[in-house]
Nanobody, 118 residues
Framework: QDQFVESGGGLVQPGGSLRLSCTTS????????MGWFRQRPGRQREVVATLNDSGRINYEVPGRFTISRDLAKNTLYLQMDSLKPEDTAVYYC??????????????WGQGTQVTVSS
């Protein structure tokens, strides 16, 4: 079972930036698709962005976030710019399984807390 470790979160002012990192016990080049997800207070977990092995990217939060990966470092990134208070959430990475409801995913990491506040 894959293990995911997220880092890079923190407290940032509105308009600020953060870069999240995710490492996994599995060679990410062998994973069909990876994604960033978040759980905002009082809400269900949601997809933020996904990246598949062909480089195809999909954003559910368009315009401000950039997903990327470094295969040499076996690391997935999420660059977050122009952060807003509503981006406050725990952010997770995971293999993206497009035919599987998020509620059925297993093996979540601890996530990394992002708090956007002045």
């Amino acid at each position: 079972q894959d293990q995911f470790v997220e880092s890079g979160g923190g407290l940032v002012q509105p308009g600020g930036s953060l870069r999240l990192s995710c490492t996994t016990s599995t060679d990410i080049s062998r994973i069909y698709a990876m994604g960033w997800f978040r759980q905002r207070p009082g809400r269900q977990r949601e997809v933020v962005a996904t990246l598949n092995d062909s480089g195809r990217i999909n954003y559910e939060v368009p315009g401000r976030f950039t997903i990327s990966r470094d295969l040499a470092k076996n690391t997935l990134y999420l660059q977050m710019d122009s952060l807003k208070p509503e981006d406050t959430a725990v952010y997770y990475c995971h293999e993206f399984l497009p035919l599987t409801p998020l509620g059925d995913y297993i093996g979540w990491g601890q996530g990394t807390q992002v708090t956007v506040s002045s």
